[in-house]
């Protein structure tokens, strides 16, 4: 699975938007990018995941450039229950394998 | 549909003794992996079972072994306990589809070894 670097911590106001950029140099052709997110004391909770361009659901949005070398999580209007640790993950599903690596996340923390 | 059990939550063990926990899928799912939570190592995969098969293992040593039922709920075992397993163990179960990595975990149970 392809390495992942984001940063280990962000601070946010309530209601701003939240940007998480996670690089992944040696994505390879058939990789998905997915984040996870993660509250203290609970399992991590699929957010979204994406392959190119802009993915956007109810909870967030994922963009990714053309080259995929990065990618994007954005958070809309945050509140403090969005306090949590984020994962950024690559890999091929299609492999037939849940071997999922996560790295040590960014730890988000929504400020009043 | 209810979501991911696992069972015991919390449990108290001595050094050098075993502990099996329990975890029971979302029906339907057939992928049941395991993952150890530690706040120095993070979220580390331990291996993951489909159809009663495991189908990758993570860089655990021996002590950590599981196993998968025909209805899909899996068991972990740890051997020999030592202090180092006190942790996080997550249980995540999976659609097996092919394109995507959505899983969906369960509470946890919280290990502590003295």
């Known amino acids: 699975l392809a390495k992942t670097t984001q940063p280990i911590s962000m601070d946010s106001y309530e209601g701003q938007e939240v940007n998480i950029t996670c690089s992944h140099n040696n994505i390879a052709t058939n990789d998905y990018i997915t984040w996870y997110q993660q509250f203290p004391s609970q399992g991590p909770r699929f957010i979204i995941q994406g392959y190119k361009t802009k993915v956007t659901n109810e909870v967030a949005s994922l963009f990714i450039p053309a080259d995929r070398k990065s990618s994007t999580l954005s958070l809309p209007r945050v509140s403090l229950s969005d306090t949590a640790v984020y994962y950024c993950l690559v890999g091929d599903p299609g492999a037939g394998s849940y071997q999922l690596t996560f790295g040590k996340g960014t730890k988000l923390s929504v400020i009043p | 549909k209810a979501g991911v059990t696992q069972t015991p939550r919390y449990l108290i063990k001595t050094r050098g003794q075993q502990v099996t926990l329990s975890c029971s899928p979302i029906s339907g799912h057939r992928s049941v992996s395991w993952y150890q939570q530690t706040p120095g190592q993070g979220l580390q995969f331990l291996f993951e079972?489909?159809?009663?098969?495991?189908?990758n293992k993570g860089n655990f040593p021996g002590r950590f072994s599981g196993r998968q039922f025909s209805n899909s709920r899996s068991e972990m075992n740890v051997s020999t306990l030592e202090l180092g397993d006190s942790a996080l163990y997550l249980c995540a179960s999976s659609l097996v589809t092919g394109v995507s990595y959505e899983q969906y975990f369960g509470p946890g149970t919280r290990l502590t070894v003295t």
């Open positions: 079972y489909f159809s009663e098969t495991q189908r």
